[in-house]
């Protein structure tokens, strides 16, 4: 159901110590939308990002995953991360573990398949990103590209809800970004909740359904990226796309 409300934020907000890094943000997020979050550094975007899986613990407000509020301090946190799988800038692969191992420990340890039911499942993910031969090979002998690709479907094995991802681009090589970039249009086509903060105008551009712009802590513009691209309307969005395309 394209429609149907996955995640509604309310009044959120972050603080460390007294510097509030998150100011009172509301937002409501469907099933099926790719949402791409951009802004300069400092501003407050992975620390959202994190916020969503509580990563980091909201200081205010309230975040509802299909209308359970998962700030509540009786919410399962490790139950509700299953839904809500996340890549980050490193890929924090086990260095000791075969790709293979990597991918399949956290359904296995957390119960949600068999030892036989992971590795089928990891060998039909590794298939699909054409490194089924890399399955028993050890993460240092990958190109970074490679590593972030093996992350990315480690989180969908989990089979998530959404999937979060924190400038996923960031630390590879640029002849690496296009692979990893690809991944991520084949997800978003095939229906899969994306909230991704990139730096990947190209990526925002033309996969993204709505893209948000966020300054010092707050939401400045939400809209769609033809608009928001082509007719930005806040000064301070006016000076970012003029640096940076």
Do not use: W
């Not at 036989?116 to 970074?144: M, N, W």
């Amino acid at each position: 159901m394209k429609d149907k409300v996955l995640i509604k934020i309310e009044h959120l907000k972050k603080s460390f110590g007294d510097h509030e890094v998150l100011h009172d943000i509301d937002l409501t997020i469907r099933k099926g939308e790719v949402i791409a979050i951009i802004g300069p550094s400092g501003c407050g975007k992975s620390t959202f990002l994190r916020s969503l899986n509580l990563l980091e613990r909201p200081t205010g407000g309230r975040i509802l995953f299909e209308g359970i509020d998962i700030t509540s301090p009786e919410i399962n946190t490790d139950r509700m991360r299953e839904r809500i799988g996340m890549v980050f800038q490193q890929f924090n692969l086990f260095p000791n573990m075969t790709i293979r191992r990597n991918i399949m420990l956290a359904p296995v340890v957390l119960g949600k398949m068999s030892q036989e039911e992971a590795s089928e499942k990891t060998s039909q993910l590794l298939k699909r990103i054409g490194l089924e031969d890399k399955a028993d090979a050890y993460p240092d002998v990958l190109s970074g590209g490679q590593k972030q690709r093996i992350a990315i479907i480690r989180s969908l094995i989990m089979e998530p809800d959404v999937m979060l991802f924190d400038e996923p681009t960031s630390a590879l090589d640029p002849e690496m970004v296009g692979e990893v970039l690809e991944l991520m249009r084949q997800l978003a086509s095939s229906g899969m909740t994306m909230i991704v903060v990139t730096h990947e105008m190209a990526f925002a551009r033309e996969v993204a359904n709505r893209v948000l712009f966020f300054s010092d802590g707050c939401v400045t513009e939400d809209s769609k990226p033809e608009k928001l691209f082509l007719h930005p309307e806040s000064p301070r969005l006016q000076d970012f796309l003029s640096k940076i395309l």
